[in-house]
């Protein structure tokens, strides 16, 4: 029997709990702007008038929707989860064509606990309400986050596609067929090849074509990190494992990349009490964070570049043959640029273009005598190399087409010893020595040779001068131009006495 809520005769504690339930049904009826009550079969019961008005019930406005499931009334309603789980939502921010709204969804429960239905109440959606300044910090905050989701989405994709590597030689024609057939599968891929033959380029490549390409591109520079971080680095940190760890821990490479590609550039210099552990990840697909007992599973497609000659390090044992093996399943070894020159003037646009675009230059193009002396090059450096000269070059001059002249210098710099140095058509001369002809080799006229790191050295202090004279002294824009560091450029400005203002 329901107690008298008029009566003012004193009622046992059942009847007391039972009209501060009505007392309170009929106040936050009354006073937030909508109120809904399901059963545990998600029909609904009961609404007022405020949530008719929330939801714009549209067809069933004049049919009634008593007794009809809130999927079939709202089709977006979480209230049937809420009510399978038990899990109450306590606040949540709700958008739509209205406006935003503040909602609580709360699971409703019998004497012994079990879920007999469940309440949405609509706590605010009136313009001028005293809500509405939490409400649009909520709205901020939210789009920020989806803001944050897109840039995170957009860093994660690949930087590069196949597209991405310049030419159509028959070599460039074989790697790309190679890694068209394997991108499509999780098999693990080793690139071969020397330094500046594109390896990152062809890992961006193989992730981007593969089923894995909403997933990250994780990138680990191996010889980069010091011996003693490159554990933490790959399996993470569990919070307090050490003094100084962060209290949250931090996540390692393999997690980071998990559903996607991890790329493990320069995996010759892998230590080797780091490649037994590497070895069982790779076998297991687990990883046991540093100063943890939790072993966690991930699901990582592992592509590996190297320019070392991995067969030899196993054979003089600087190199476990059983991670080799495993690594080696899909070898791709990339042409070095002196075996594809006939795509040495598509790659020479590319470069030309990128660069006027990254240094805001002019776009520069390159004439036919200095193509045909660009061809004469070892190219020891390969596309790197290239881009190299190619960027001096054009901070050089103001010159829109650049002729042979434009690269004695900066190929002279780089000759090794006893190489025919380059030299342009007869009568050249090299700019900026309007009186001075092109240098001959040492062969032919018997001239001292300078010692090849004193001749590297020279080049490389002309480049940073170049550089900073381009940026007028910034430092950082330098080093971009350059393709260093910025830590780097100030090493080398250390080591070559430079000016620290200059």
Known sequence: MTPDLDSTDALDPGGVLQLAAQRMFATFAEAVMGMIVLDREHRIVWFNEGYRRFIALGPFADSGVLGRRIEEVVPNSLMGKVIDTGTPVVVDLLTNQ?????????????????VIGGVSLVLADQPDGAMQPLIGKLVDLQCE???????????????????????????????????????VTDTTVLLLGETGTGKELLAHAVHAASRRSAGRFVSVNIAAIPDTLLEAEFFGVAPGAYTGADRKGRDGKFKLADGGTLFLDEIGDMPMA?????????????????????????????????SRDLEAMVEDGRFRADLYYRLNVMPIRLPPLRERLEDLPDLVDALSEDIARRSA?????????????????????????????????????????????????????????????????????????????????????GAAVKP??????????????????????NKAAAARLLGISRAALYEKLAAGGEAEGT
């Not at 490389?460 to 170049?466: C, D, L, R, T, W």
């Open 361 to 445: 230059l002019a776009p520069r193009a390159v004439g036919p005598d200095a193509m045909e002396l660009l061809a004469s090059r070892p190219w020891p450096g390969n596309v790197r190399e290239l881009r190299n000269v190619l960027e001096q070059a054009s901070l050089m001059t103001d010159d829109l087409v650049l002729e042979a002249a434009h690269f004695v210098r900066l190929l002279q710099a780089a000759a090794k010893p006893g190489q025919p140095v380059p030299r342009g058509h007869a009568g050249d001369v090299v700019p900026g020595n309007d009186s001075a002809p092109p240098a001959v080799s040492s062969a032919c006229t």
């Open 145 to 183: 986050l989806e803001d944050t989701r897109r840039r995170l989405a957009a860093e994660r994709r690949p930087k590069y596609s196949l597209a991405s590597f310049v030419g159509s030689s028959a070599a460039v024609a074989e790697v790309k067929r190679q890694v068209r057939r394997v991108a």
């Open 98 to 114: 209205y406006g935003a709204f503040l909602v609580s969804r709360l699971p409703l429960r019998n004497e012994q606990g079990n």
């Open 452 to 473: 090849l790191h004193q001749a590297i050295a020279e080049a490389q202090a002309q480049s940073i001068h170049v550089a900073l004279a381009a940026t007028k002294g």
């Open 274 to 306: 780091l490649q037994s552990k590497l070895l069982r990840v790779l076998q297991e697909q687990e990883i046991e964070p540093l100063g943890s007992n939790r072993v966690e599973r991930v699901d990582v497609r592992i592509v590996s570049a190297t």
